[in-house]
């Protein structure tokens, strides 16, 4: 599977997982919120982690390349090689290694940005999987009375 793949079918689980917890929320009301509280904590997780795979967002999680990451590294690239290959009928291509460095440090970039994506997302899913395990019983019936939170 690769990376876009990836992303896309996390997104796919993220959204069932929002869509179940916002069916289960009941109105706010003055007294007993502490289970919508809960809800609203994991749905706002959720969100922004689903804003930083999309590639927006004021409260995007910081460190993951967007779903748009493989599309806009080729674009790039694209054009660090075109200014190495030259364009048009009678170009020559350059000889000048600054754009050959250029385009390894380029790579060598988005290898590390790449890498910290699916390091934070491996932060970021089991700490979602860890409030809904925790939280189950708020998540599914907020309205009852638990004995903890």
Same mark, same amino acid.
């Given at each position: ?56 967002? +004021?409260?995007?999680? $910081? =460190?993951?390349? *967007? ?7 080729? !674009?790039?690239? %694209? @054009?660090?090689?075109? +200014?190495?290959?030259? $364009? =048009?009928?009678? *170009? ?7 754009? !050959?460095?250029? %385009? @390894? ?45």
């Amino acid at each position: 599977m690769n990376y876009r793949s990836f992303l896309i079918e996390l997104l796919d689980d993220l959204r069932s997982v929002r869509s179940d917890i916002v069916i289960r929320m009941p109105e706010i009301k003055p007294e007993d919120n502490l289970g919508v509280e809960v809800q609203v904590a994991v749905i706002t997780t959720i969100s922004n982690l689903e804003k930083a795979i999309q590639g927006g967002g +004021k409260d995007e999680v $910081t =460190g993951i390349a *967007a779903v748009s990451f493989p599309t806009s590294y080729f !674009k790039e690239r %694209a @054009a660090i090689e075109e +200014k190495a290959l030259g $364009t =048009g009928k009678d *170009a020559e291509p350059s000889k000048s290694e600054s754009l !050959k460095i250029q %385009a @390894a440090l380029f790579d060598a970039d988005m290898v590390s940005k790449l890498s910290t994506s699916y390091k934070e997302l491996g932060v970021q899913i089991p700490y979602i999987i860890a409030c809904i395990a925790q939280n189950m019983k708020k998540l599914l019936n907020p309205r009852q009375a638990t004995g903890h939170y």
